[in-house]
T-cell receptor
Framework: AQTVTQSQPEMSVQEAETVTLSCTYD???????LFWYKQPPSRQMILVIR??????QNATENRFSVNFQKAAKSFSLKISDSQLGDAAMYFC?????????????FGKGTKLTVNP | EAGVVQSPRYKIIEKKQPVAFWCNPI?????LYWYRQNLGQGPELLIR????????DSQLPKDRFSAERLKGVDSTLKIQPAELGDSAVYLC??????????????FGPGTRLTVL
C-alpha cells in the first residue's frame, strides 16, 4: 500500500519570504500523480499544484513550485513571496494511475504560519 | 458555477444517536467521494461512487455506516449509532469521470461532527 509522510507538523515563514514543505512517499508503482492541497480554517481542500510522475519537469503554478525527485520518492513544495493568505494546513497526496484507482492517499499535513 | 455543497456544516450529537450528512456534487460530475478527516490527520477515503454505484467501499465501517447516491447525483452518508470515535470532519468530493486524463477531485467544505 502507498504511504505519504510529511515530517514537518508545523512551519513558519515571514511574509514575502520563501518556505519549503517536505513530503516523501512510498510506492512500488512507476506511474502516479502527486498533489499538494491547501486547507484553510474553512476546511475546504483546495488544489495547489499537481505533478505527473512520468514528467521530469517540475510543476509550477505562479508562486508555487515543486521539487520532484522520483528516485528518492520526494515531493517538496516551495512557496515564494509568501503572503498572509497562504497560512493554512498543507497536505501532500498520492494517487495511483492504475485503472480504476481514484483514491487519494494523504499525509498528515503541515501547518504553515505566515508572520507579518 | 457552484462547487460541492455539504450540509450541515456542524453537527453535535450524543453517542448512540443517528446522524446523516448530505452532499450535492458539482453538476455533471459522475464520481462522488466521501472522506473522513480525524483531528490532526489527512482525509481518508470511506466510499467512492461512480454514478449511483458504490465501486470502492472497502474502508467504510459497514456495521454502523451506510451511504446512498440516489439517481447518481446527491449523496447521503449515515452513521447509526454514532460512537465517540466518529467525531471528525466528513468531506465530500466530486470529479468529472474516469475517462478524463487528470480527473481532479473538488472538495466541499465538510461537516464537523462532534459526538458527546
Amino acid at each position: 500500500a502507498q504511504t505519504v509522510t510529511q515530517s514537518q507538523p508545523e512551519m513558519s515563514v515571514q511574509e514575502a519570504e520563501t518556505v519549503t514543505l517536505s513530503c516523501t512517499y512510498d510506492t512500488s508503482e512507476s506511474d502516479y500523480y502527486l498533489f499538494w492541497y491547501k486547507q484553510p480554517p474553512s476546511r475546504q481542500m483546495i488544489l495547489v499544484i499537481r505533478q505527473e510522475a512520468y514528467k521530469q519537469q517540475n510543476a509550477t503554478e505562479n508562486r508555487f513550485s515543486v521539487n520532484f525527485q522520483k528516485a528518492a520518492k520526494s515531493f517538496s513544495l516551495k512557496i515564494s513571496d509568501s503572503q498572509l493568505g497562504d497560512a493554512a494546513m498543507y497536505f501532500c497526496a498520492y494517487r495511483s494511475r492504475q485503472g480504476g484507482s481514484e483514491k487519494l492517499v494523504f499525509g498528515k499535513g503541515t501547518k504553515l504560519t505566515v508572520n507579518p | 458555477e457552484a462547487g460541492v455543497v455539504q450540509s450541515p456544516r456542524y453537527k453535535i450529537i450524543e453517542k448512540k444517536q443517528p446522524v446523516a450528512f448530505w452532499c450535492n456534487p458539482i453538476s455533471g460530475h459522475n464520481t462522488l467521494y466521501w472522506y473522513r478527516q480525524n483531528l490532526g490527520q489527512g482525509p481518508e477515503l470511506l466510499i467512492r461512487y461512480e454514478n449511483e454505484e458504490a465501486v470502492d467501499d472497502s474502508q467504510l465501517p459497514k456495521d454502523r455506516f451506510s451511504a446512498e447516491r440516489l439517481k447518481g447525483v446527491d449523496s447521503t452518508l449515515k452513521i447509526q449509532p454514532a460512537e465517540l470515535g466518529d467525531s471528525a470532519v466528513y468531506l465530500c468530493a466530486s470529479s468529472l469521470d474516469l475517462t478524463s486524463s487528470y480527473n481532479e477531485q473538488f472538495f466541499g467544505p465538510g461537516t464537523r461532527l462532534t459526538v458527546l
